[in-house]
């Protein structure tokens, strides 16, 4: 994707708000999943048409018991703000953060050289190796900047450029972003869509669908709006309750339709507090929220509380609100262990799946995008594939 006639040596990418690097590497929010995943490396990626592909390693070979996988690193691979990639980085990497690995199936990693590791695993549900192309294994630079990154910040991406320069939008407004010399735009927001199409400068074009919004309900909780609205009703959500592209969400979801089911400690909270909550940086849970509490009527009677990331998660795990409006990946390469975090605090209810556009300078560095939506900047000389759809 894009204009690789004259090729930018930086390219600008314009967020609303500040990326907080200290959530790395599993984001918080669609912003930070962007930034993230040009950030944070994993040993294999899965692309937007479910493919496995190479990433940090080049091959990987699993032995007779399907549970020790041994994996051989691609040559010169350099990690923003680092050196070469060597497999001791990856096992360190790993060992920083092993107890979330650890329940996620790890039971060892070891580097055997600098260019082969030894992963193995113990009875884990979820398939392998696409396992490992989740944000959860992936590898970063031990030398990250850990604070907020204020206005800008300026990344190397891969060994040779080009340096992806994050933009926090002064305004918030993304379109003055773009006015701004802002080069990469995410947005499903109309206005800025329709800003961008008529600048001749830019390309826009349609990501896969990403996010299906639900209403999670704590056991317990007497809400049962989002499960009596018809085929209709949910198409009225896509069509007039949100300010995106969206449809109504499929009537299969991943965390309700694998084949691991689990058994989870299922917290049976009684809601104490008659609110629907939302995350206050993300418009469409807030219109969401106000059209799941206008459909509920007074039965029990309801408002809407706006909460910041932080606390909606604080909220979220109390579970004493009638509901919660979450945003959950269209897809999962780990649906066993994402759908049992979820069962243990309740049930979500979809409501609408959504996409976003991604609108880009004409000369940017190519592109493409993987299993979820998210766009990634491909290195010069990389081989990895360049789609967009």
Known sequence: MADSAQRLDTITLAVPEPVDLARAPIPASADQRLVFRQLFENLVRIDCQGQLQPALASSWRADSTGRSWTFALRDGVRVPYGSSLTAQMVESAWHSRQAALQSAG?????????TTLLVRMSDVRDSLPQLFADLLWSVGSVNLPGAPSGFRMNIPIGATGPVLQILAAPTGDLRDALDAGADLVISGDPQVIDYAARHPEFQTFPLPWDRTYALLRHWGSALRVAGSLDSAARLSLARDAVQTEARPAQSQA????????????MKAVVPTATRVVYQTTDPVARQ?????????????????MGLDPVRFADALERGNDAGYIVALPFRSVAPCRESAEWTRRGYPEPLIDTRSRAIVRRGSPALTVDYDGTLRIVPPGNTMETQTH
Not at 106 to 114: F, I, K, N, Y
Not at 254 to 261: D, I, K, Q, S
Not at 288 to 304: K, M, Q
């Open 288 to 304: 969401l929220a106000e059209r799941i509490v206008a459909l509920a009527g007074d039965r029990p009677p309801l408002s809407v």
């Open 106 to 114: 790890l039971e060892s990693v070891s580097a055997l050289d600098d």
């Open 254 to 265: 991943w965390w309700n339709n694998g084949p691991c089911a689990v058994s989870v400690s």
